[in-house]
């Protein structure tokens, strides 16, 4: 039980931490920047596991190709 309400509670301040920081980006940068920010940190969360993942494939097949 303990970990689930450590679970939300994390889960909670990670949105006021989302909500503040889109509110604080809107109103210093404003709206046009604070989306392609935000843009472009989830296209990194979800790409950049497989871009690294692909990279680390090429190292690893020019390796074999040096060698062999």
């Known amino acids: ?23 604080l980006g809107d109103a210093l940068f404003g709206p046009w920047p604070t989306l392609a920010v935000g ?7 979800y790409l950049g596991p497989h871009a690294a993942r692909e990279l680390a494939i090429r190292r690893f097949a020019r390796q074999l190709r040096r060698y062999h």
């Open 1 to 23: 039980m303990e970990r689930d309400e450590r679970q939300e509670l994390a889960v909670t301040i990670g949105l006021l931490l989302l909500v503040g920081g889109v509110l």
């Open 39 to 45: 843009v472009t940190f989830v296209l990194t969360h």
